[in-house]
């Protein structure tokens, strides 16, 4: 059954509001806390990401991909974020939750835009995903939202309506540079006539040798038909992007690393089943940037966050529907 615009946009104000560091000091240190957007446009990918830390400060990331990445990290000593709302200001970037949509700005460095989100499906919320001892982070996630607005790209203005895009808030307790890595990705079709939607992750340890949890979202519409999760989908990655990063922000943080790494796998499979149904994916990474985050576990390390723009293809039987979804997927990749 299908879900009014009204009730989406309800279920989203409910589960979507910023939760703020904990009161105990001990616990604030290592609290983190962003809400992030991606719209996929008819040649370009946009990242926004409002990013909270436990001692109050904050930062703005806005990246754009058409043939390269470009991006700028803005540093907020005082973002205006209030527990509880969905309101949030960071200097000359910001959300907003108006008429029961986003409203996602960026009047400073790096790309401007302006954008609003209209929900297009129920949101999904993860608790406490273990990310090594002492560590875990939660997941709200809206899969699937329809952006109109504008954004600035290499010097142009560039309008656009009714692109699909995707959000989530993450919030949890954890240090960069501690013992996990993940890969997490999410696929929309190419043709907007295809109803479905696919959102995948896997996490690790640091190492890569052993994985902690692993989800295969697949959506209808607005509505969540499937969810794979741990031994229900199992990862493989082959080769890797060899080409190096096009764009790395912020650039200082970049002379810390060589120039090229092979962080990121030129293919990336799942297969998810249960019971009778089955779903595969196949995602071929393409131009890739690096959003760079000093390590709290090692003086000398950075972290790197790769995101990848890359080619979906996905396949399989579901709630009795055969599934077809190809498409552009952005797929991160972290490391470090």
């Known amino acids: 059954m299908s879900l009014s615009a009204a009730r989406l946009s309800a279920l989203a104000a409910d589960a979507d509001p910023w939760r703020g560091p904990p009161f105990e000091l001990e616990a604030r240190r290592d609290y983190k806390e962003w809400q992030h957007f991606v719209v996929f446009g008819e040649d370009w990918t946009l990242l926004f990401n409002l990013s909270l830390e436990g001692g109050g400060a904050g930062k703005a990331i806005t990246v754009v991909c058409r043939s390269a990445w470009r991006g700028h990290v803005a540093r907020c000593p005082r973002p205006e974020v209030r527990p509880g709302r969905m309101d949030a200001t960071f200097d000359r970037a910001a959300m907003r939750w108006r008429g029961g949509r986003y409203e996602i700005v960026n009047h400073g460095d790096g790309a401007r835009m302006e954008v609003v989100l209209a929900p297009a499906s129920v949101p999904s919320l993860s608790h406490d995903i273990r990310l090594g001892p002492g560590a875990h982070l939660s997941w709200c996630l809206v899969p699937r ?192």
């Open 145 to 336: 939202l329809l952006a109109s607005g504008w954004v600035e790209i290499e010097g142009q203005r560039r309008s656009f309506e009714g692109r699909p895009a995707y959000h989530d808030h993450n919030w949890g307790r954890f240090r960069w540079g501690g013992d996990f890595s993940w890969e997490w990705g999410c696929a929309v079709p190419s043709d907007p006539a295809v109803p479905w939607t696919v959102v995948f992750s896997r996490m690790n340890d640091r190492a890569r040798t052993r994985t902690t949890a692993t989800s295969v979202f697949l959506l209808r519409g607005g509505a969540i038909v499937r969810y794979f999760r741990n031994a229900e989908a199992r990862f493989t990655t082959e080769g890797a992007v060899e080409a190096r990063p096009s764009g790395r922000v912020p650039a200082a943080a970049a002379l810390l690393l060589p120039d090229h790494d092979r962080d990121v796998p030129r293919w990336t499979r799942f297969e998810a089943s249960r019971g009778g149904e089955s779903l595969s994916g196949e995602i071929e990474a393409g131009v890739r940037g690096q959003i760079l985050v000093p390590s709290e576990m090692d003086i000398r390390g950075v972290v790197r966050l790769n995101e990848a723009h890359a080619r979906a293809r996905i396949r399989g039987v579901c709630a009795g529907e055969a599934v077809e979804l190809d498409g552009p997927c952005l797929l991160e990749v972290v490391r470090g």
